[in-house]
């Protein structure tokens, strides 16, 4: 059970380049996330899937776009990669079964663009 | 004024130190109240959390919340290096599955 992975785990891009980032969960849930963490700014929502399906804009979703590819998997991808974009990206998912709709985050990719 | 606010520290203490973290929110339709644990270049993890009002202790570790004030905190008894990690605040509305979350404090545990 390996719970949530992301890949990769690092990134270089130039401006202008585009890019997919990749995150899986083997944990049957139904709702998956994308957050960037930058410091001094915390953790922000940047799209979500409630369910295999269906996605929602986040906090910062401009720059973005994402795929919910099935119910395991959901990325992120960059179209255009600016220097403000330059973060860690988290993705994170949850049951929806229980109370604390604890959610569980995979190990992040670091994301640089030059 | 942004929904949560945490101070992001840092926060340096002595090995068996007592440690105090707050946050402190806006929105009165917050309802389930969580602590999540960062340690560096990794993804956080769930510490604890709280329904409403109320303590929760945890071995070492003790979440509060005081709805009427709209602040919550996390005490961490006879602290330990291992402590020595990112303490992020997140809170969710009742019906929503959305977190919202603080800044994160830093802690450094020194031995």
């Known amino acids: 059970n390996a719970g949530v992975t992301q890949t990769p785990k690092f990134q270089v891009l130039k401006t202008g380049q585009s890019m997919t980032l990749q995150c899986a969960q083997d944990?049957?849930?139904?709702?998956m996330y994308w957050y960037r963490q930058d410091p001094g700014m915390g953790l922000r929502l940047i799209y979500y899937?409630?369910?295999?399906?269906?996605?929602d804009k986040g906090e910062v979703p401009n720059g973005y776009n994402v795929s919910r590819l099935n119910k395991r998997e959901f990325s992120l991808r960059l179209e255009s990669a600016a220097p403000s974009q330059t973060s860690v990206y988290f993705c994170?998912?949850?049951?929806?079964?229980?109370?604390?709709?604890?959610?569980?985050f995979g190990p992040g990719t670091r994301l640089t663009v030059t | 004024q942004k929904e949560v606010e945490q101070d992001p520290g840092p926060l340096s203490v002595p090995e068996g130190a007592i440690v105090s973290l707050n946050c402190t929110y806006s929105?009165?339709?917050?309802?389930?109240f969580m602590w999540y644990r960062q340690y560096s270049r990794k993804g956080p993890e769930l510490l604890m959390y709280?329904?409403?009002?109320g303590n929760k202790e945890d071995g070492r570790f003790t979440a509060q919340v005081d709805k009427s004030s709209k602040y919550i905190s996390l005490f961490i008894r006879d602290s330990q290096p291992s402590d020595s990690a990112t303490y992020l605040c997140?809170?969710?509305?009742?019906?929503?599955?959305?977190?919202?979350f603080g800044k994160g404090t830093l802690l450094t545990v020194n031995p």
């Open positions: 994170a998912s949850n049951a929806r079964d229980r109370q604390t709709y604890e959610q569980y």
């Open positions: 944990m049957n849930h139904n709702s």
């Open positions: 899937s409630a369910s295999e399906g269906t996605t």
């Open positions: 929105n009165s339709a917050f309802q389930y």
């Open positions: 709280t329904y409403s009002s």
């Open positions: 997140a809170m969710k509305r009742g019906s929503n599955y959305k977190l919202t």
